[in-house]
Nanobody, 121 residues
Framework: VQLQASGGGLVQPGGSLRLSCAAS????????VGWFRQAPGKEREAASC????????YYVDSVKGRFTISRDNAKNTVYLLMNSLKPEDTAVYYC???????????????WGQGTQVTVSS
């Protein structure tokens, strides 16, 4: 049972990245998935979440209108499309599930290794 986050990198302000969260060993579409982020010196923050089944989505206010979470059940993957990136979006991004079907997801049950997103000119 494993989650693997990928897709981070260095991008200029205003740019875009798409993060992927791929699951192995279990069927991800049965569960809610959250994207979390942690910037240096700051506490971990829940950035977005998608429920199982109906796929209801949630966003922290600071990313609303810029980030889009989605899932591709055929690929057993959840995505986070990040547009109009700002320097304050710089953080390590983690995907996680607590094997429940609703948001918010509790971090600490199953999570990927994290992918670094750096927004800088």
């Amino acid at each position: 049972v494993q989650l693997q986050a990928s897709g981070g990198g260095l991008v200029q302000p205003g740019g875009s990245l798409r993060l992927s969260c791929a699951a192995s060993g279990f069927t991800l579409d049965y569960y809610a998935v959250g994207w979390f982020r942690q910037a240096p010196g700051k506490e971990r923050e829940a950035a977005s979440c998608i429920t199982s089944a109906a796929g209801t989505v949630y966003y922290v206010d600071s990313v609303k209108g810029r980030f889009t979470i989605s899932r591709d059940n055929a690929k057993n993957t959840v995505y986070l499309l990040m547009n109009s990136l700002k320097p304050e979006d710089t953080a390590v991004y983690y995907c996680a599930t607590d094997f429940g079907g609703v948001c918010p997801v509790r971090f600490g049950i199953s999570w990927g290794q994290g992918t670094q997103v750096t927004v800088s000119s």
